[in-house]
């Protein structure tokens, strides 16, 4: 009976202890990789003072971790672009504390195009291995073509256009398998959505922001944009970034190439904010306004004169508010007003405290 007591009591866990983790990161060729970074991710044991780790310039590495398990992540290393990481439980012990890593897999070739055929110059490539520890490799592409290496799986290849406001949706393959060298081709989707920016002197505006969620470009010299948007409904938003003017949306069905223009010919809000008494112009007033429907807005600061101006679509309801110099300071005026006509605020401030 003393027996069978003893065998169902708990016996206590050994604490974790430190040790120096260390190892070696090498490329397809065996050759050492140097400056590569290494991260241990603690998934039963405190977090360390550091889990990270570079590759010197023999390929090596080490720290000091406490033992437990750990998840392991190799990065693509600077100047290897399209090798695939790597990710993996591990279990660090005294007896086991070295982790090497090679780069290795098959070569993963083709073209990056745009959604008509043509060959983009700019870009990335992305593939995640689909399994229980995913990682990435990244190829940036330069002259249309991309180049990964790839262990054999299946995986999620992502195509990007470059630049923040390339225009271009970005394309998404799931299950691409790899088994062996391979070569094809990755199309970005949509069909052309094209129009004029128009601002509110009925001049084209150059550098507007068109945006589709999916994907964002800005208009050009003359204020015209072009924006590849799949197949389907989008709000489309249009921020002509002048000062003042309120951003327009449009929401539709795209079902092909399609032309959306913007015209920022509207209703004119405009004022003062002067302080009581004086009738001294308060200079650098917040005032704002919020289109209701659509949470849209503008800000402006009051000048030396202390005048502001919005420009905004008609018959919008919108709320506007004045504080004293930003929204957290003193509120001087809130309304609720529809944008039927050209309307002058003549908004009020108190006057100073006497010393």
Known sequence: MTLAALSCTRMPTAPPTLVTVHGMIAGPSGEPVPYAFIQFLPIDVP????????TDSSGSYSLELLTGSYEMRVFQAIGNNGWLGYANRIHVTRDHARFDYAFHGFKVTGKLLDPEGGVLTDGRVVATIEAEHPSSA???????QF????????????GYAGGFAAGYTAATLQSVPVSGDTVFDVRLPGVLVT????????????????DGRSAVTETDSNGIYRLYLTEGPHAILCD???????????????????TINFDFRGVTWSGTVVTAGTNEPVVGC?????????????????DDQGAFR??????????LEAHLHDESETQLFRGFFRATTDTTFAIVAPAPLSP
Do not use: K, W
């Not at 004029?196 to 150059?206: E, R």
């Open 47 to 54: 977090p360390p003072d550091n889990y990270n780790a570079r």
């Open 147 to 158: 180049s990964l290496l790839l262990p054999a799986g299946r995986y999620t290849i992502r």
């Open 286 to 302: 917040h005032v704002s306004v919020h289109v209701l429907s659509s949470h849209l807005g503008a800000n402006f600061h009051t």
């Open 240 to 258: 002509p970034q002048l000062t003042g003017v309120v951003p327009r949306q449009v929401v539709l069905a795209i079902h092909g190439p399609t």
């Open 195 to 210: 129009g004029t920016v128009l601002g509110p002197d009925g001049m084209p505006v150059p550098y507007a922001i068109v």
């Open 310 to 319: 919005f420009v905004m679509e008609p018959q919008v309801l919108c709320e």
């Open 138 to 144: 990244s190829f940036n592409v330069s002259d249309g």
